[in-house]
């Protein structure tokens, strides 16, 4: 049987309709595979589902953790797929949803640790991200491997100094290495349904996004977060927005620089997000406008997901 129906795709292109109207035609639930949903007190600018979508389908690891609380993709796989195996018992197909491709593809393929690690590079990389800055460590990231790159948030301290230090061990990018796993490795059987959109519709979208998280309150979110002692974390995490906004009530930023810069940064994650999921040749990519047709395209991936079914049978 086909385990997973996985919807991907940049943010903003409206992966979490699409999902909740799947698991509801589907009479199943929806397993989101998002890092940075997972952490309570940050429903806005994590565009967690909203209580009308998890009205239509119960959705699992949205706002479960404290924000500061360590998460990460192998500990992701582990939760979810002890779901995606309780679902299966019980004859549903698992509903994913995320725009955190090493998610995905660690619960379908399994992850990869890589080879060993060098502590004596290990804190090398960590000192040079603490005395330049660790937009410096992501930028020699992008040059030697631009396609884990693309799947990490460029302020994902932990990956960053992995990826450079996996590359400097053994002249190899860490992606390579989880491709070459790929390959090898068991895997479930899953349908992934990409959303695709043209660039100009789903930059509007980004930008357009940016001015409703901020009518919803996204400054109040953040200054809660601020209060309860998360700066660090969210310096960390470098989530997209946080930082932004942090800076802003910090009076380091004026409120259009903060605006834009959510904005741009927002864009270039998309981007980023579209070249990872590109290279996965098994996604079945799905054409839409702005607003999506969420209707169509569920019927659309109901009627691949049946297709499949029947190629099962045989």
């Not at 799947?151 to 290495?177: F, K, Q």
Request: net charge neutral.
């Amino acid at each position: 049987m086909t385990h997973v129906l996985a919807v991907v795709g940049p943010t903003a292109s409206g992966k979490t309709d699409l999902a909740a109207e799947l698991a509801e035609a589907l009479d199943t639930e929806v397993i989101s595979a998002d890092s940075m949903q997972v952490y309570c007190g940050m429903e806005i600018g994590t565009a967690q589902p909203s209580p009308a979508a998890q009205a239509r389908a119960p959705h699992h690891f949205v706002g479960f953790l404290e924000p500061g609380e360590p998460f990460s993709a192998g500990v992701f796989r582990e939760l979810a797929l002890e779901k995606v195996r309780e679902l299966n018992a019980r004859g549903r197909i698992a509903v994913v949803a995320g725009g955190s491709g090493l998610y995905v593809r660690a619960l379908i393929d399994g992850l990869f640790e890589g080879p060993g690690r060098d502590p004596h590079i290990r804190q090398r990389l960590h000192q040079e991200a603490e005395e330049r800055g660790l937009e410096q460590l992501f930028e020699r990231l992008r040059e030697v491997d631009p396609a884990y790159a693309a799947a990490i948030l460029p302020g994902d301290l932990r990956r960053i100094v992995r990826a450079l230090e996996v590359h400097e061990l053994t002249g190899t990018p860490l992606s390579e290495w989880h491709a070459r796993h790929q390959q090898q490795a068991p895997t479930l059987n899953a349908l992934q349904i990409g959303i695709a959109m043209p660039r100009p519709l789903l930059y509007g979208r980004i930008n357009r996004r940016a001015h409703r998280m901020l009518e919803a309150g996204f400054l109040h979110e953040v200054h809660l977060l601020l209060r309860a002692g998360h700066e660090r974390h969210l310096e960390r995490i470098r989530s997209l927005g946080y930082r932004e906004a942090a800076a802003y009530l910090g009076g380091r930023m004026t409120h259009q620089g903060m605006v834009e810069a959510m904005k741009q940064n927002t864009r270039r994650f998309a981007k980023r997000q579209l070249s990872w999921f590109r290279k996965d040749t098994r996604i079945h990519w799905l054409e839409t406008g702005d607003p999506p047709n969420t209707s169509a395209l569920r019927d659309q991936a109901l009627r691949l997901l049946d297709s499949g079914r029947q190629g099962e049978a045989v």
